[in-house]
């Protein structure tokens, strides 16, 4: 029996290439798993709102039930940077998915729509709580080179969940009720918290000193807070007071007013230094982000009304033609995670902004000129892939342009900018909705035309600031 030479090295171990090498596949499909249940939530709920606000009453407050979401979402991710800062992102993530099943279940049960707004946002806050521990995690057990696959994969996720999603919704409002589509997520939100339970030896723990954390102390994390609290009581004072602007009355224009000052004394004080200047690298990465969710969402959340309203299209088949924005969104992913554009996010992003731009000229034309309905094909994949090109690179570029020890304050501003560009783009286009659409009838054309061009020009605004998310990247940030 032969024995190994005594100079002879170890062979070396193979270099890991995917997420689902090396011990990276468990995390990596509990991670996926549980933005599917996100994914199959939202898309669902698009879907059904509609009937579901004529259901109690409140067909023009239609956007408040994704606005309100999306402000207290907010709030989970201002809260989450100082939280996960001092405690680690594991207690974020548990509690977080405990009150998206929470919120999930009141809507189910809602008999009032402000119930199940109540609902809404309890949901919002535990998804803005555990999403930001979801970054602060794929930061913490990926290396760089791996990260834009993963990104890549969660955004990828989407894809079956949005497929299935409406159909599903569709069959249970035909079967059993629209509260059913609420009341599913709960025990599928379980399911993830088990199996994230399971991993949590690969979670990263409470952060030390060692890890070249900044100091932080609680007097800096309460005012982190407090800030966050003005800026969502003022985000919703917005939202409320915007939708209760027809017939135009004193308090409603002073809600709306008095919360736009109020976003604007506090926002600056939450992201980046040289956001709203457009500063090259980071604060022009959360620019870009927050531009695009704002025209994404405000634009999208009403192509089913549209065309169940006015192109006379059931659930399912309103739900089979939003679905393909989602298609579009993972075939960016997919594409954007290919070894031949490493190192080229600011050109992923640039590109994908342009798309955004297009694809909602293209919904407002398919409006204005009544096209048929399955005409918006085109418009909704392209909007899908222009926004799977930015989301993902802008999460790679967020990571690699800030150092480790701030990847949870990174994130969170990222995260903020996401939920805060979302609220503010459905609540404006949700007035000009309930401004406009008569009391006894659908909105026209005209109205979706409006909105669809005013969410096309701020895509487009986001253009120019992503040609300014470009920056040099030590290697070592790469992984």
Not at 193 to 212: E, I
Not at 264 to 269: E, G
Not at 403 to 408: I, K, L, Q, R, T
């Amino acid at each position: 029996m032969s024995r190994p030479h005594p100079e002879q090295p170890p062979p070396a171990a193979p270099e890991v290439t995917s997420p689902m090498q090396g011990g990276y596949a468990a995390i990596t499909l509990t991670l996926v798993a549980f933005v599917s249940m996100v994914a199959f939530e939202a898309m669902s709920v698009t879907v059904v709102m509609t009937p579901v606000a004529a259901a109690l009453g409140a067909p023009q407050l239609y956007g408040l039930a994704f606005s309100l979401m999306f402000t207290a979402q907010m709030l989970g991710t201002i809260v989450a940077g100082p939280w996960i800062r001092r405690r680690g992102p594991v207690d974020s993530l548990f509690v977080g998915q405990a009150l998206f099943a929470a919120g999930s279940l009141l809507a189910g049960a809602a008999t009032s729509y402000s119930m199940l707004l109540l609902g809404r946002l309890l949901a919002g806050l535990g998804a803005g709580l555990a999403v930001v521990a979801e970054y602060v995690i794929i930061g913490a057990v990926f290396p760089g080179r791996l990260r834009p696959k993963v990104f890549g994969w969660t955004s990828a996720a989407w894809v079956l969940p949005s497929i299935v999603g409406p159909l599903i919704a569709g069959a249970l409002m035909q079967w059993l009720s629209w509260r059913a589509v609420f009341l599913v997520v709960v025990p599928t939100t379980a399911a993830t918290m088990l199996a994230f339970w399971m991993q949590r030896h690969r979670l990263p723990r409470r952060p030390t000193a060692a890890d070249g954390a900044p100091p932080s102390t609680a007097r800096a994390d309460r005012q982190i807070v407090r800030i966050g609290c003005t800026l969502a009581v003022s985000a919703g004072a917005f939202q409320w007071g915007a939708s209760h602007l027809s017939p135009p009355t004193w308090w409603a224009l002073a809600l709306a007013v008095g919360g736009l000052v109020g976003l604007t004394a506090t926002l600056p004080r939450l992201v980046p230094s040289g956001t709203f200047t457009m500063k090259v690298g980071l604060p022009s990465v959360i620019m870009t982000r927050f531009l695009l969710l704002a025209a994404f969402n405000g634009a999208l959340s009403f192509v089913p009304t549209l065309l169940i309203a006015l192109r006379g299209l059931s659930v399912n088949a309103a739900g089979a033609i939003l679905a393909l924005t989602s298609v579009g969104w993972a075939a960016g992913s997919i594409v954007q995670g290919r070894a031949r554009f490493l190192g080229r996010a600011s050109w992923l992003v640039t590109t994908g902004a342009g798309c955004v731009a297009v694809g909602l000229l293209g919904c407002a034309l398919g409006a204005w000129a009544n096209l048929w309905a399955w005409a918006f094909i085109v418009p909704v994949s392209v909007v899908g892939l222009g926004m799977g090109l930015t989301s993902a690179a802008t999460s790679v570029l967020t990571l690699q342009l800030s150092p480790p020890a701030e990847h949870a304050a990174a994130s969170s501003a990222l995260q903020l900018s996401d939920v805060l560009g979302s609220a503010i783009g459905i609540s404006v286009t949700g007035a000009v909705y309930a401004a406009l659409v008569p009391r006894d009838g659908p909105a026209g054309a005209g109205v979706y035309v409006l909105m669809w061009l005013m969410a096309a020009c701020v895509a487009a605004l986001a253009w120019p600031a992503a040609r300014r998310t470009h920056a040099r990247v030590p290697r070592s940030a790469t992984g």
